[in-house]
């Protein structure tokens, strides 16, 4: 597949602040709102279920299951192609669209969160979260 594994977060990264390392391993930063308790990723200025302004960063669970994906063929240049796409549900009620990493993923696998180098532009290697099939 099309995406290469980030041992180190380095060069340029799509996810800003919403994936750091911990204990060697990748968390997503998403939001939760103080007033309802909906969680989403990525974090957004307002709650899309009861419009509160009090959303604050959370973790978000590592593991989730794949809902949908997609092999992508012909895309922009700087993306490693192909690339497979798609989405992942959380547990915590947050879906998540990603990059997916590993041949012979099937709707309902369990996929964990982690970093990967998508592409390449001028200022070296793309990084961002990706999932990958769940170690068992």
Not at 21 to 36: N, P, T
Not at 65 to 89: C, E, N
Request: aromatic residues 6%; negative net charge.
């Amino acid at each position: 597949m099309a995406v290469e594994a980030a041992e180190t977060l380095s060069g340029t990264r799509l996810c800003g602040d919403a994936a750091e390392l911990q204990d060697g391993r990748a968390v997503l930063i998403g939001g939760i709102c103080k007033e309802c308790g909906n969680q989403t990723f990525p974090r957004a200025p307002v709650c899309c279920v009861c419009m509160s302004e009090a959303i604050e960063p959370q973790a978000m669970p590592r593991i989730g299951t794949l809902y949908a994906f997609s092999t992508v063929h012909v895309a922009a240049k700087k993306w490693h192609k192909p690339m497979r796409i798609g989405y992942v549900d959380l547990p915590n009620g947050a879906r998540v669209f990603t990059h997916l990493q590993g041949e012979g993923l099937a709707i309902g696998d369990a996929v964990e969160a982690g970093m990967g180098v998508v592409g390449e532009n001028e200022s070296g290697p793309i990084e961002t979260f990706i999932f990958r099939r769940a170690n068992p």
